[in-house]
């Protein structure tokens, strides 16, 4: 280690920069995997010097989730000024992206590796329903009504996407390109039953 | 214990009512709470004797989880003599009756607590394999055709069903006759959007 890197940060400054190293080592790997001393040698600081800021394993897992997580809403929050369409198709293409870039930490989020903790669980249950209250500020642009069956619809088709892209990135039977419009076009169609 | 309980019975008979046992009491309980402990207070046995038909605790939680999987797809086997609409509205109904049985076992073993266990995990994939299998194999009815989008479509249906259906047992808004109606509805008017 030079004496360039050991700079002394402010603690704000540096807790942000181990969180972003968490999420991108994330990325790759699962939570099991993400441990304090791998942090500790790829930031280049002493396993003491991490327990400064985070308190133990548990707070640095929940903190990187925290931040995975608002990272991943924001990336895929919707653009306005697009017509409902092309702003879901932009969404969703921001979402499998997404997905695409930290598959190895997103499935071990989405299908519960971390799960035996239940403030992990509260983040990813938070992730949801902060992805579904978007889903239905979004539904009038489908002609939808807000109503209980629209919200439960609107979850489900959340879970399908998630299902949907989780299988088709290691098993790429049909384009990308294919993938955005059966999943775009399946947000009005499920809709649609609603009324029915 | 009475002695008339004590009868001496065939190994595979008992430790097919001890696997039995178990099914039930996870309807109640997640599988953390599914102990050795609590399995041979409910049989009536010692735990020494309970060793002798599960090697351990996670070979007794993997055979009650293997044990509900083959509950849970048996009881959802369509009814082929229906017409298709109605043949899919029996078997959901049987789902969700299902889920409402066994809520708390269920919703942990798919939100994934047990899913540090690989051997789990495998179990959950391969019921939901299953079922996403069973679902193309009707598919003819519904005049889909079995390409790859159409697969993935079945398997994020079956996702949204699990989603809405755990979502809505806690928390029905809507009556279970529109649950059922929207679900059903949600499978053809899916597979209709891969045509496009």
Redesign the interface.
């Known amino acids: 280690m030079t004496a360039a890197k050991r700079v002394r940060l402010d603690p704000e400054v540096r807790r942000e920069q181990l969180l972003q190293l968490g999420v991108e080592m994330l990325a790759t790997r699962t939570l099991d995997e993400l441990s304090i001393d791998l942090l500790s040698e790829e930031a280049g600081i002493s396993r003491g010097l991490l327990f400064h800021y985070f308190k133990n394993k548990q707070e640095f897992h929940r903190a990187v989730v925290q931040r995975a997580a608002a990272n991943l809403i924001e990336r895929t929050e919707p653009d306005r000024a697009l017509d409902p369409m092309p702003r879901l198709m932009l969404s969703l293409e921001h979402y499998i992206d997404y997905v695409i870039a930290n598959y190895r930490g997103y499935i071990a989020l989405v299908?519960?590796?971390a799960?035996?903790d239940a403030a992990l669980?509260e983040i990813f249950d938070q992730t949801r329903d902060a992805l579904t209250l978007r889903i239905t500020a979004h539904l009038a642009a489908f002609g939808a009504r807000d109503t209980?069956?629209v919200?439960?619809?609107a979850?489900?088709?959340?879970?399908?996407?998630?299902?949907?892209v989780l299988?088709?990135v290691p098993d790429p039977?049909?384009s990308k390109e294919?993938?955005l419009?059966?999943?775009a076009?399946?947000l009005p169609?499920?809709l649609?039953?609603?009324h029915?």
Do not use: F
């Open positions: 299908r519960g590796a799960s035996g669980r209980p069956a919200r439960l619809l979850r489900g088709w959340l879970a399908m996407a998630e299902e949907v299988a088709w039977h049909i294919e993938l419009r059966i999943l076009a399946a169609a499920l649609a039953t609603s029915g």
